[in-house]
């Protein structure tokens, strides 16, 4: 086997701005498509639900197999940046027409529209995701410099999820007013907005990948060996640390897509005001700055005192209680924004941390996997990460849609009078109050499962890892 060598400066820089893409556009989709569809296009907030659902339900076939495909590849750009490049261009182009919905299709045609680009952007995702992350463990060594590339990769993603989060909906209404016509309804004007929107975001995503293709090289020779899908999901359940790995990501990312599905509802419906987007955007730049800075500062700080083990355990009780907090304020009536940025910045600092802790955890079980099963499947593992996190957006987002057609918060068929009032005064306080029971609740038990059954199923300390790395140098 070759030796790997160390990354450059410039090829860490690079394959940052690839984390910052590809996370811009999952953090649009992820976050707002459900809003653009079910309150801007008024596409039932059930079947927006199932549509969400059963895609996620397609990839638990997809992803395993793109994982073998990217494993079987052989090219003389290697295994990983093709794939990264076909995936990136269609994405963005899907990207674009999911948020450009024409506007002479509604009915059954506009749940028809919504679903066969939604399912289309799961697919095209899933082609640059896997051989991106798949990247990490075939051309770093175990420990520090695994760490430290995926902890810069992380960091990057989150400023990429970031920038979205808070740029999102005052560039949307930004452009909608830009490019609709005078007189133009909000509804309209959100319309509007995120079609120019998106394609800025897909326009960017090409940009950074193409950086990241042309600077990277894949330093590794291993030859990885490949498997049947019925071989690969045998391998997985075999290798029950990536398992223990997977259901944690399941419960921890399930939580926090059903807060960030329902966040904007609580901000237009709830908190209320006839610009309720400035205090969305404003919740939403805090908790994005905190995210980053958790993963930039706070994770290393933490590193240096305690292992990866009780840090993701630091970072479980701090979003606990802050969704504690939150349902208190929100019940209590003392929801002003000042007090609500309390449990966001813990909600938020806790969130960057994990998005660290989980992928750190999936690449040490890829050397567990080779010391126990004798394969090395970093694709086959990582193809796992893409569908789980997806698995946990699309239940959220089931969960989220749920709660709307139950609750009634939103209703894009409302008149343009009552559109340019505070949205909150006609909704019942029940529905309000049911919102907030969703979005805290439910995340809450979720996080204290995820909590006990990874204390109970994972085993790769620190001094574990060690032995496994010294195990598999001394056998090759």
Not at 179 to 194: K, N
Not at 335 to 362: C, E, K, R
Not at 438 to 453: D, K, Y
Request: charged letters at 15%; one cysteine or more.
């Amino acid at each position: 086997m070759e030796q790997k060598q160390k990354l450059g400066t410039k090829e860490k820089v690079a394959y940052g701005l690839g984390a910052v893409g590809k996370d811009m556009v999952y953090m649009l989709s992820a976050s707002y498509i459900l809003y653009y569809y079910q309150d801007i296009l008024g596409v039932s907030a059930v079947a927006m639900g199932v549509i969400l659902l059963v895609a996620r339900v397609f990839d638990a076939f997809n992803d395993p197999i793109m994982g073998v495909v990217v494993a079987k590849t052989r090219t003389k750009w290697g295994k990983f940046r093709p794939w990264l490049m076909i995936g990136t261009l269609t994405n963005a182009v899907i990207l674009f027409l999911m948020f450009a919905a024409p506007t002479n299709v509604s009915g059954s045609g506009m749940v028809a529209y919504a679903a066969v680009f939604y399912i289309l952007w799961g697919v095209t995702y899933t082609m640059m995701d896997i051989p991106y992350w798949s990247m990490i463990p075939a051309f770093t060594e175990g420990g520090k410099e695994r760490e430290g590339l995926t902890t810069l990769a992380r960091s990057c993603a989150g400023v990429g999820s970031a920038i979205v989060t808070i740029l999102t909906m005052l560039a949307v209404q930004g452009l909608g007013k830009a490019f609709a016509a005078t007189g133009a309804s909000a509804y309209e004007i959100e319309r509007i907005g995120f079609k120019w929107f998106s394609l800025v975001i897909a326009i960017l995503f090409v940009v950074f990948t193409v950086i990241t293709c042309v600077s990277i090289k894949e330093k590794s020779s291993i030859d990885m060996q490949t498997a049947t899908v019925g071989q690969m999901f045998k391998a997985l359940v075999q290798n029950d640390q990536a398992m223990a790995i997977v259901i944690t990501i399941v419960l921890v990312n399930s939580a926090m897509y059903i807060t960030s599905n329902l966040l904007i509802y609580f901000f237009k419906y709830d908190l209320g005001g006839a610009t309720w987007y400035n205090n969305y955007t404003l919740f939403n730049m805090v908790g994005g700055g905190v995210q980053i800075l958790s993963m930039m500062l706070l994770y290393p700080l933490l590193r240096k005192a305690f292992n990866n083990i009780k840090i993701f355990y630091i970072g479980v009780c701090m979003s606990v209680f802050g969704y504690v907090v939150l349902l208190i304020l929100a019940s209590t009536g003392m929801n002003t924004l000042v007090l609500l940025l309390i449990p966001g910045i813990l909600i938020m600092a806790a969130s960057g941390m994990n998005n660290v802790l989980t992928t750190v955890f999936l690449a040490n079980t890829v050397d567990y996997g080779e010391l126990k099963n004798h394969r090395r499947d970093e694709s086959v593992i990582f193809s796992m990460q893409t569908f789980v996190v997806k698995l946990a957006s699309g239940l959220a987002a089931f969960i989220a849609s749920l709660a709307l057609q139950i609750f009634k918060l939103s209703d894009a068929a409302t008149t343009e009078a009552e559109q340019t009032m505070d949205l909150s005064l006609n909704v019942a306080q029940s529905s309000k109050m049911g919102l907030r029971m969703i979005m805290t609740l439910i995340p809450i038990a979720g996080l204290i499962f995820a909590f006990f059954w990874f204390r109970k199923k994972y085993i790769l300390t620190d001094e574990k890892l060690e032995e496994i790395s010294a195990q598999l140098h001394s056998s090759k």
